[in-house]
């Protein structure tokens, strides 16, 4: 079984920083993309950023320059460090990674950046 825990969630202050870690255990011989994406109540789950095995990475337009993501492929873990947090990232963030070809969701951790 896979499994993708993830941390790091909490409240801040507008402005402040969080820093979320998600890792992949269980029987894997290699993990693909990692990725989060984020979901406020009321609205569709988002893409916030993804990164290859290789390092290349994707952001959404929102977050570009306040947020960024890496990993460590040897833990098999991604992070995602976010600055200048804002009110409207607000969300439950998910991680999520490709491993065998299959999509795996962590359970979420909730972000609120308090005004």
């Known amino acids: 079984q896979v499994q993708l825990v993830e941390s790091g969630g909490g409240l801040v202050q507008a402005g402040g920083s969080l820093r979320l870690s998600c890792a992949a255990s269980?029987?894997?011989?290699?993990?693909?993309?990692m990725g989060w994406y984020r979901q406020a109540p009321g609205k569709e789950r988002e893409l916030v950023a993804v990164?290859?095995?290789?390092?290349?990475?994707n952001y959404a337009d929102s977050v570009k320059a306040r947020f960024t993501i890496s990993r460590d492929n040897a833990k098999n873990t991604v992070y995602l460090q976010m600055n200048s947090l804002k009110p409207e990232d607000t969300a439950v963030y998910y991680c999520?990674?490709?491993?065998?070809?299959?999509?795996?969701w962590g359970q979420g951790t909730q972000v609120t950046a308090s005004s």
């Open positions: 999520n990674a490709e491993i065998f070809r299959l999509h795996y």
């Open positions: 990164i290859t095995t290789g390092g290349t990475t």
């Open positions: 269980g029987r894997i011989f290699g993990v693909g993309v």
